[in-house]
């Protein structure tokens, strides 16, 4: 949580997008710190679990800086420039299918959403893992990375977030 509240707070988004909306907890902690006028797309493709989530973004009062969309990332990415208004996204936090990070994060570059210094923030990298994310960003000339080691929720399995700034 200390790892997303920083780079959240570094990157200062207009626009973000959450892809794993899960039960919304991380959707609070970033709207949280999000200015005036800012606002967060979160893609969710569990119907259950945007219930859910839907419920605790309205319980925290966040719901005015924060949109939840259901359905698969790789449908919504597409769309977010057309049916959403996003022009390019200053912070993106990946938590969803660990198989879907590379890509998701293609799929965002070959849309035009990425812009020079968009942030990408990665969750799990180690365990459950996503290596081909890994191998991708950090062999990739469009990014700079930064590996923040933690463990894993309520464990103390080794795992980890990737923080990739996209140089154009």
Not at 28 to 48: C, D
Request: glycine fraction near 6%; charge should be neutral; charged fraction near 25%.
């Amino acid at each position: 949580g200390k790892v997303l509240d920083k780079t959240v707070e570094e990157a200062n988004p207009s626009v973000a997008l959450e892809l794993g909306t899960y039960c919304g907890y991380s959707a609070v902690r970033i709207s949280r710190r999000l200015k005036a006028g800012a606002r967060l797309l979160t893609v969710e493709f569990n119907p259950e679990f945007a219930a859910i989530a839907k419920q605790m973004i309205e319980f925290a009062g966040v719901q005015d800086k924060v949109k939840l969309l259901e359905g698969p990332s790789e449908e919504i990415i597409p769309q977010l420039k057309k049916k959403y208004e996003v022009d390019t996204l200053d912070f993106v936090f990946l938590d969803h299918w660990k198989d879907r990070y590379t890509p998701d994060t293609k799929l965002l570059q070959e849309c035009n959403l990425l812009r020079k210094g968009s942030v990408l923030l990665a969750d799990n990298v180690i365990f459950p893992g996503a290596p081909d994310f890994l191998n991708y960003v950090r062999k990739s000339p469009h990014f700079q990375c930064t590996n923040y080691p933690s463990h894993l929720e309520y464990m103390q399995v080794k795992d980890a977030m990737e923080k990739a700034v996209f140089l154009g």
